[in-house]
């Protein structure tokens, strides 16, 4: 009898201890399903109503999430108003290490092994100062956007923000927002582990970012604890020097 009282209050202790973690995984689970149900449409709508509340001309993108496939090659379109490699595209291929090359092919979709993702130009502000600055959080996208708000709702009615961090970080399926798992073209990096500063070959200059890739998104042998960052030159746009950092 007293073994059984015991055994009892084990697995209620057990139970307790693993209810939030159930939550969690049911409350994820819930909002990638409605996620994938989400038409262009929808989806589109959401990112318009992000990329209309920039007050000046964006500089940089992020990779957001889409329900399109295609059996294309795994490759970045670069927009025309990004400061490194714009209007060139950077192609991964994979092999031991993902490798990656610029070309000048005019493909205007991306994608990373089989998906397509919609290049969503990151709002940009002025501060008080005078200078402008991106805004990457999406918590911040919300404040004072009900068109924003009511086009994640027709999505997911419960919870728009969490959804909105999913959308917007691609390389990782949680609706926490980690900046380190975004898919970004230029503006700033999200190390993993320190900074890491290059020089351009030719002009000695420091590199600036052109990509920040999650290594669950590239091609090859699985890497999801890897993040890739590619840096270019703004006077040397053939330059391209490639830094992986590990979580
Ligand atoms: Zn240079």
Not at 64 to 73: C, V
Request: with cysteine.
């Amino acid at each position: 009898m007293g073994t059984v009282v015991v055994l009892v209050i084990v697995f209620a202790l057990l139970l307790a201890a693993a209810m939030p973690l159930l939550r969690f995984n049911r409350k994820r689970t819930g909002i990638m399903r409605s996620a994938a149900r989400a038409t262009d449409e929808q989806l589109e709508c959401v990112y318009l109503a992000i990329e209309s509340t920039s007050a000046v001309p964006p500089t940089c993108a992020v990779l957001a999430r889409t329900n399109r496939k295609s059996d294309g090659p795994s490759r970045v379109p670069i927009p025309p108003y990004a400061v490194i490699w714009g209007g060139r595209t950077v192609v991964i291929t994979a092999g031991d290490e993902p490798s990656f090359e610029l070309a000048d092919d005019g493909v205007t979709e991306a994608v990373l092994v089989g998906g397509v993702y919609r290049i969503l130009a990151v709002p940009r502000h002025q501060t008080k100062s005078g200078t402008s600055r991106n805004t990457f959080a999406p918590s911040s996208y919300l404040t004072g956007n009900t068109a924003l708000l009511e086009a994640l709702r027709a999505v997911d009615a419960g919870h728009p923000a969490e959804l909105l961090a999913y959308l917007l970080s691609a390389g990782r399926d949680s609706f926490e927002f980690d900046a380190m798992f975004q898919a970004r073209i230029g503006g700033s990096a999200s190390w993993v582990q320190g900074p890491v500063f290059l020089s351009c070959a030719t002009c000695g200059k420091r590199l600036q970012l052109g990509l920040q890739l999650p290594g669950s998104l590239l091609p090859g042998k699985p890497r999801p604890s890897a993040t890739y960052y590619l840096f270019g030159c703004a006077a040397h746009p053939d330059e391209l020097q490639t830094v992986e950092q590990f979580d």
